[in-house]
């Protein structure tokens, strides 16, 4: 077990088994010393394997911030489960570089940051207050593909 699936385990958490991609790509691609992994939702799995979002829907109409901000948490954790699929290993994450969300917002709704927050705070959980950190943009989307509150996709700087 990776030092940041043990620091999951002792926040209850875990690295699911990575969501299907919906199109035409792979989990990520690494290029140099960096792993860029692609983009992702806040999904798990029902009882028949299928990727399915716990709580769809816009922030701002049906859902509140603290459902979006649950859903990037869910969202940084299948980040993770591909950057594992691509990596065979956490252990090779040094930390994350940036990360970009996209916030299904209804119109009127303008606090994505705090919504992206929810994936931010779990990298600091993780990696700590000083690695954790990372640079970031929450942008709004007035659509989002099977009506996920939020999408996003992460960079890792790799260790030597």
């Known amino acids: 077990m990776s030092g940041i699936e043990a620091r999951l385990a002792a926040l209850g958490l875990a690295v699911p088994e990575p969501p299907r991609a919906i ?76 990360l970009v969300g996209y916030v299904n917002a209804a119109p009127g709704f303008q606090d994505a940051p705090s919504v992206l927050n929810g994936a931010s705070d779990l990298l600091i959980e993780i990696f700590g207050r000083e690695r954790g950190g990372h640079a970031r943009m929450a942008l709004y989307q007035h659509e989002l593909a099977r009506n996920a509150p939020i999408a996003g996709e992460i960079s890792f700087a790799l260790k030597d």
């Open 23 to 98: 199109g035409t790509f792979v989990p990520g691609v690494v290029h140099r010393d960096i792993l860029y992994v692609s983009g992702t939702y806040g999904t798990v799995k029902d009882a028949s394997g299928t990727d399915v979002i716990p709580k769809p829907g816009k922030l701002g109409a049906e859902l509140t911030v603290a459902d979006g901000y649950e859903s990037a948490r869910l969202m940084l954790l299948n980040h993770l489960a591909l950057a594992r699929a691509v990596l065979g290993d956490l252990a090779r994450i040094e930390r994350p570089i940036r």
